[in-house]
C-alpha cells in the first residue's frame, strides 16, 4: 500500500513570497503518476500538475513541479492572494493529507 | 460545456441506502475511466473508487468494499455509486471525477454532492 505524507502540515506565508511544498511516498513510483491538487474552501478540487512536473490546462507559470522517485516538490514562485488554499499530492488512487497554505 | 454533475446525495439513517449518479457531457464519456472520490467534513481527499473504459477493471478503498458498488452506462453517459450499509464516517461530499488518459491524474472533477449519514 502506497502512503503519501505531505509537510508541512501548514505554511504560513505573505504574498509575493516563494512556497515549497513537499510530497513523500512511501515506495519509488514512476514520476509520471504524481500528481498535485489545490483546493479553495467551498470549492472542487482542480489539477495543477500532472507526471510531477507538467502544468494543466490554464495553470499559471508560477506553480512547478518537480521530483522523482520517493520525493516530490510542489513550488509556487511568488505567492498571489489567490494561491492560499490546501494543496494535495496524488499518487494512482492515493492522496496526500494536504498542506495548507495560509496569509501571514 | 466539458462536465461532470452529481446527483443523489441527501440525509440517509446509518444502515440505509443511497444511490449516487453522475452525468457526464461535453466529451466522449466511454473514453475516460471514472472515479468516486470523498471529503468528509473538514477533511482532506479520499479516493472510493475506480471504474475502467468498458467495466472490466473496478477498484474498491478498504473502507468501502463490500458495501458500495460502482458502474457506468456508457449510452447515458452516466456514472453510479450505489451505498449500502451505510455508516457515519460515510458522511462526505462525494465527487465524480474523470481520469486522464495518460496517467493517473483526474483532470476533471464535479461539484459534488453531499451525503449526510445521521439518525
Known amino acids: 500500500e502506497i502512503v503519501l505524507t505531505q509537510s508541512p502540515g501548514t505554511l504560513s506565508l505573505s504574498p509575493g513570497e516563494r512556497a515549497t511544498l513537499s510530497c513523500r511516498v512511501s515506495q519509488s513510483v514512476s514520476s509520471s503518476y504524481l500528481a498535485w491538487y489545490q483546493q479553495k474552501p467551498g470549492q472542487t478540487p482542480r489539477l495543477l500538475i500532472y507526471a510531477a512536473s507538467s502544468r494543466a490546462t490554464g495553470i499559471p507559470d508560477r506553480f512547478s513541479g518537480s521530483g522523482s522517485g520517493t520525493d516530490f516538490t510542489l513550488t509556487i514562485s511568488r505567492l498571489e492572494p489567490e494561491d492560499f488554499a490546501v494543496y494535495y499530492c496524488?499518487?494512482?488512487?492515493?492522496f496526500g493529507p494536504g498542506t495548507k497554505v495560509d496569509i501571514k | 460545456e466539458v462536465q461532470l454533475v452529481e446527483s443523489g446525495g441527501g440525509l440517509v439513517q446509518p444502515g440505509g441506502s443511497l444511490r449516487l449518479s453522475c452525468a457526464a457531457s461535453?466529451?466522449?464519456?466511454?473514453?475516460?475511466?471514472m472515479n468516486w472520490v470523498r471529503q468528509a467534513p473538514g477533511m482532506g481527499l479520499e479516493w472510493v473508487s475506480y471504474i475502467s473504459l468498458r467495466s472490466s477493471t473496478i477498484y474498491y478503498a478498504d473502507s468501502v468494499r463490500g458495501r458500495f458498488t460502482i458502474s457506468r452506462d456508457n449510452v447515458k453517459n452516466s456514472l453510479y455509486l450505489q451505498m449500502h450499509s451505510l455508516r457515519d464516517e460515510d458522511t462526505a461530499v462525494y465527487y465524480c471525477a474523470r481520469t486522464s488518459q495518460y496517467d493517473w491524474s483526474f483532470e476533471l472533477w464535479g461539484r459534488g454532492t453531499l451525503v449526510t449519514v445521521s439518525s
Open positions: 461535453g466529451f466522449t464519456f466511454s473514453s475516460y475511466s
Open positions: 496524488q499518487q494512482y488512487l492515493t
